[in-house]
């Protein structure tokens, strides 16, 4: 097992739980620890030089949110999530953010085409990871921020952490990542042309691709479960 010292960090004396939490969900989402993979109380104690307290209360958090499990017999455990699962997420994506769009096309209009181009243009220059999980994540958001929807931002909001997770394991693979970009421009186009109809069923394609990639990931992934624990 992979030292995981570095990827996760050290953490101050103040908010020792909400710290741990934010420092070891934000390993998860960013995939320094993989899903499958057990974590141990002790051992990320000392990682981030602090007791076992204040993380086992990180563990509960973090499985009240969905990201672990804890599981009697082997401790807490990175989620994989079931098809099932994905597909719920998926299919809740699918209505808000299509929605979302809608509504943004009304609210804003053409600045709405203009950001998606200048974001679009960011990620066909660069090609690399990190710019396509920024870009990616980003018009998603550029939509469901634009809709001026409260009720609707806080709904996608619950997603993310799913949602986010997902993009980034997207975004390794070269071919998704040339996808995703194409996907992307297909949206463009046809807000360009000022067919909304059009755009709603590119974004539909577009979430329901990184699902039917997403199934085979999380596949995988849960063929590993019997993983070291983080820290060996």
Known sequence: MREKKKAIGTVSRQTLSQKCYEQIKESI???????GERLQEVRIANMLDVSPAPVREAF????????????PWKGAVVQCYSSEE???VVQCRVALETLALKLAYQNMGEQLVQKIEEDVAIAQESGDVSTTV????????LWVQGSNNSKLIAFVDQLNDVVLREMNFSADDAVRRQEIMSEHIMILRALKAGNIDQAVAALSLHIYNGYYYALKLEEKFSQKEESAPVGE
């Open 29 to 35: 989402l960013s995939r320094d620890i993989m899903p």
């Open 60 to 71: 509960r958090m973090l499985a009240m949110e969905g990201l672990i499990r804890i599981d």
């Open 86 to 88: 994905i597909l719920d």
């Open 134 to 141: 920024y870009v990616n994540a980003n018009l998603h958001q």
